[in-house]
């Protein structure tokens, strides 16, 4: 296989930047919320993010300096009150969470200027983003200063999760967390099937789909099989299972009617006379739901 080598050592700062945050992709995105000792917040992301061990739990954040060579307001707040929380960033978070990456003077608070609520934390007085549907307390234990970088550890001492995010094993199902992570320049990927490889090599495909979804549904009358409303499912969490020439997918509420749409059009290519079945179950507040329609051409539903 042909293959170009590349010594790092040979490299402009910014090249070598470029190629660290090209090929080590997707990385996680630590939206970091903290407050200056005079009660200034502040909000930015920061994808140089990783957990660090489990007893306790522990997280790095790498909060490089300025290009005039000051600390960035994250890392000044974090040293000076030794607190901050590191909220997830799923899809719906993307454009608020980039708008709070623009350098502010120290003190301007990112909270009003992406329009983010503010919530109180139990632990420590750093605030935690509202919407966002994880969020951990955090507690610096040290700086270490690598690579012109402030690498700020923290231990985790609380975790925020949105119950709907949990599955039946009470951890998070990573498709309803719908985690942006960052790629190069300004792009993100986002997670819309997840596959589970078993010992024996064979894997699963497991798709997600979006609270969008429902409104489509709800706009082309699919009947509904008992009294909730769609704003009720819309309002809770679910699964839809398409049955396309005999696969099923499953599908939760992060995929958008586009995505899914140019996705029956291409993957799952529905051919004019092929009869998509759509069965929706969802679920509020404990109780379940049925929506269902049988005998749709797949064709009319998603692409008119
Ligand atoms: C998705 C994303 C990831 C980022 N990751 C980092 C990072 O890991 N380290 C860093 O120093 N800056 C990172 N930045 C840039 C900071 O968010 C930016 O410098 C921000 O203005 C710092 O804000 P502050 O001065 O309020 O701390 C990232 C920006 C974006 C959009």
């Known amino acids: 296989m042909a293959g170009m080598q590349i010594d790092p050592s040979g490299l402009d700062p910014r090249d070598a930047y470029r190629l660290m945050i090209s090929v080590i992709v997707p990385r996680p ?12 917040t502040n909000a930015a992301p920061f994808s140089y993010f990783q957990a660090l061990g489990g007893k ?20 000044r707040n974090i040293e000076a009150t030794g607190e901050f929380v590191i909220n997830m960033v799923g899809e719906r978070e993307g454009p608020a969470m980039v708008k709070t990456s623009i350098d502010h003077p120290y ?39 690598i690579a012109g970088s402030g690498i700020c550890i923290g231990e985790v001492v609380l975790f925020h999760v949105e119950d709907a995010l949990l599955d039946e094993n009470g951890v998070v199902d990573p498709l ?8 190069g ?46 704003e009720q499912l819309a309002a809770g969490s679910g699964r839809i299972f398409l049955e ?47 929506i269902h329609r049988d005998d749709f051409p797949g064709a009319d539903l998603w692409r008119a």
Not at 200 to 213: C, V
């Open 56 to 75: 306790p739990p522990m997280v790095m954040i790498a909060v490089g300096d300025r290009r005039t060579g000051e600390h960035k307001d994250t890392r």
């Open 244 to 290: 396309l020439a005999g696969q099923e997918g499953e599908w939760d509420s992060s995929w958008s009617a586009d995505r899914l749409a140019s996705e029956l059009a291409g993957q799952h290519a529905p051919q004019d006379d092929l009869h998509a079945r759509i069965r929706a179950e969802a679920w509020y507040q404990g109780q379940a739901a049925l």
């Open 185 to 230: 320049g300004s792009g993100y990927a986002t997670l819309r099937e997840t596959i589970s490889i078993d010992s024996t090599g064979a894997t699963q495909t497991t798709w997600s789909a979006k609270l969008d979804l429902w409104r489509e549904l709800r706009e082309r009358s699919i009947a509904m099989v008992n009294a909730l409303s769609v």
């Open 176 to 183: 309803r967390l719908n985690p942006l992570g960052r790629l």
């Open 29 to 40: 995105i630590a939206w970091v919320s903290t407050v200056s000792p005079d009660g200034a």
């Open 107 to 145: 003190g301007v608070s990112e909270f009003d200027e992406a329009g983010l609520t503010a919530l109180p934390s139990e632990l420590i007085k750093a605030p935690r983003i509202g919407g966002c549907g994880v969020s951990l307390e955090c507690k610096l234990d040290r700086v270490l200063e």
